[in-house]
């Protein structure tokens, strides 16, 4: 964690694979001026640059089963000791189990902080499969569209930067409905944890991107969270 003389923010963007964390992530990066952490692009990172880590971690990415909490957690906390989360982090897809939330807190609590809001996007399930199935993503600037519902204006093609997209190897019909599973099975009880810790913040994930951001807009300043 790295040294500072202020209170860094941390928000959760939690919900099932293809609930909008990304989507929503990239316009919260700029409105609250915080890097986003997901552990998904992560772990992309090192299977690409072919690191151990990202040896041990491509077996279970490949199958949309979790990657051991051990692993994870240290991953975690090396990118939050880097010097762009001083003012903290938006976490995307972290934390995944019980395990991994004990351990931010903890993490946290080490230098007397604690989590801002958890914002909880929900979406049903078959409203899932059809987001990752038609999911296309920006090589270079990590831009997120969708094939219908989220068109980009030029198909095969980022808005934002021009550069081609592409389809994520893991969101292929059999792999998406075992990612929603295991979402059900070890990431849907942290919905329990943060309420029960009074900081949940239940978002209609089905509604458009825009209304959702309105959604989120108003957790924040329920919370004294905008800027
Ligand atoms: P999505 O955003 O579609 O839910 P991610 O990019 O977050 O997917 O994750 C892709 C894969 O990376 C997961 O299926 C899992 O194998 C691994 N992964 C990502 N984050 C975690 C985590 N916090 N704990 C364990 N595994 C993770
Ligand atoms: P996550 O990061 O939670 O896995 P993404 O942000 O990558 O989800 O979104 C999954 C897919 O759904 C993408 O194709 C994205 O363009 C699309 N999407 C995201 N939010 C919405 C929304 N509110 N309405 C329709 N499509 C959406
Ligand atoms: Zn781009």
Not at 110 to 126: K, M, N, Y
Request: proline share 5%; glycine share 8%.
């Amino acid at each position: 964690m790295p040294d500072t003389i202020f209170t860094p923010t941390y928000l959760i963007l939690l919900g099932g694979p293809g609930a909008g964390k990304g989507t929503q992530a990239q316009w919260l990066m700029v409105y609250l001026g915080l890097v986003r952490v997901a552990s998904g692009d992560l772990f992309r990172e090192h299977v690409r640059s072919r690191t151990e880590l990202g040896q041990s971690a491509q077996r279970y990415m490949d199958s949309g089963e979790l990657v051991p909490d051990e692993l994870t957690i240290a991953m975690v906390m090396d990118r939050l000791s880097r010097a762009d989360c001083r003012y903290g982090a938006i976490f995307d897809g972290f934390p995944r189990t019980v395990g991994q939330a004990e351990a931010l807190d903890c993490a946290l609590a080490e230098h007397g902080w604690r989590i801002a809001t958890v914002i909880d996007l929900q979406v049903p399930f078959a409203t899932l499969m059809e987001r990752l199935s038609g999911r296309w993503i920006c090589s270079v600037c990590g831009g997120t569209f969708h094939a219908t519902m989220n068109p980009p204006r030029e198909v095969g093609r980022c808005d934002f930067c021009g550069n081609a997209l592409y389809q994520r190897t893991d969101d292929k019909p059999e792999t998406v409905a075992n990612r929603i599973q295991v979402y059900m099975r070890q990431t849907a009880p942290l919905e329990l944890y943060y309420q029960q810790r009074d900081l949940l913040d239940l978002i209609d994930g089905t509604q458009s991107v825009a209304a959702v951001q309105v959604a989120i807009r108003g957790a924040l300043t329920q919370r004294r969270l905008h800027p």
